[in-house]
């Protein structure tokens, strides 16, 4: 029988290493600027868009993949197996998802599992990657979907961005707002909770942030061995010494760098550096 194949958006990013050595699909959301639309880490980079958004007085808007981008890699996908695990953001925070959905129901020849993963970057990557590697040890439809969810709900995501300007302005702040006021004076720790962003912490600098990072980070050790992805935007050497940070101080059973996609970019703004864990 051939092997559950699992899916998900570009959002989501994945190192490409592991797309390639792992089989994930990848279906890419979409980015519109000045009437041209692009396709998110295919005809845009993550630099042009920071470019865009500090020189031009219109801010890309964002969309989902529409439902032919979805039938389209489902149908090769179903060609190969009979059984699809599609993974995705938060209802709360993309239309991706009833995307994915409403484009499942049209395939009749394959078994199709639209999970909500109620996180975000390289967390809702982390779900997948766990998934496709129980796919590749020959896990079966409920089991590959059992552990999605598993590592689903035992993910963290913690993030310090030098502006809240581009959360606020495209609505995705929740709670966290009640920080603009004083922005100038802090550098916010948000995290991402059932599809949510709110606040975590106040520091006041960044070092203070990334320090608030660390120590969640050191928490989470004694639940396990680690799973750690750091994630920034336009901020790679921040990102380095974070990485070198955390290797030194904790055993990681993996640890990646990624750059945010251009979509994830065009909400967050430039300047952001961030954690995704788990430990098991």
Known sequence: MSKVVVVTDSSANVPARLVQQLDIRIVPILLALNGRTFRDGLDVTAQQVYQWLRTS????????????????????AAQETSDIVSIHLSPKLSATYKVAQAASQLVDNATIRVINCHTVAMGQGFVAV????????????????????????????????????????????????????????????????????????????????????MEQLTRAADDGSLHVAIFHADV????????????????????????????????????VLGVVFYAE
């Open 57 to 76: 007085k219109h801010l890309p808007t964002t969309s989902a993949p529409s439902v032919g981008d979805f039938l389209r890699v489902y149908a090769t």
């Open 130 to 213: 766990a998934a496709a590697r129980a796919a590749a040890k020959g896990a079966g439809l409920e089991e590959v979907v059992a552990r999605a969810e598993q590592v689903s709900s035992k993910m963290n995501l913690l993030a310090t961005l030098d502006t809240l300007e581009y959360l606020h302005r495209g609505g995705r702040i929740g709670g966290a707002a009640t920080v603009l006021g004083t922005l100038l004076q802090i550098k916010p720790v948000l995290y991402v909770t059932d599809g949510h962003v709110d606040l975590f912490s106040r520091p006041r600098t960044k070092s203070k942030a990334v320090r608030t990072m």
């Open 236 to 271: 790679a050497e921040e990102a380095e010494a974070l990485r070198h940070r955390i290797a030194a101080a904790l055993d990681c059973e993996e640890l990646y760098v990624t750059e945010m996609t251009p979509i994830m970019g065009a909400h967050t703004g430039p300047g």
